[in-house]
């Protein structure tokens, strides 16, 4: 793998939608990144109930969305592990692969939610934390920086783009037959529609 600055932006993306996309991009240019790493959790150990569409589907559907551009990389990094997919893991094996600059870009739940990760220290030492804001959701950074040690030298917060969207809202819609186009890429509601998925 090449050097550089990278972005990595993990989740479900049970499906991706737009506000993934948005914040990637926005992150990119902002922060100057070489590309962003868009990498699809296999197991995620704190949502409870796991995913609801398989690892393949979710994979297929980041792929699809990110075509077109070529600052975007879709990793299958931890679906191809077994077990849950731990933040700190994925960072180390990207490191071990060269990647020694990179910029873990997560939103203000995730944020707020740091205390609860598994080895929070290890994280920040192999990467940056972009936090980046989301409609209706904040955290305490003075807490925040009490709780995890060091947090503050490695935080960099960035105002993201305001759309309002959430994947749980795009599986109630599809199960109740509502439309989802304009809110994920035209080739993800042809790929939910294809394999039947969330109904």
Known sequence: MSTGRTGILGGSFDPIHYGHLAVAEEVRVVLQLNRVLIIPAGEQPLKPGGNVAEPVHRLAMARLACVGNPFFEVSSIEIDRPGPSYTY????????????????????????????WREVRRILELAHIVGVSRPGVSFDLAYLSQIVPGLMERLIVIDGPRLDISSTD??????????IRYQTPDAVVAYIETHGLYR
């Open 170 to 179: 795009l599986r109630r819609r599809v199960a109740h037959g509502r439309p």
């Open 89 to 116: 893991v994925t960072l180390q094996l990207l490191y071990d692969q060269g990647l020694d600059d990179l910029y873990l870009i997560l939103g203000a739940d995730s944020v707020a939610d740091l205390p609860r």
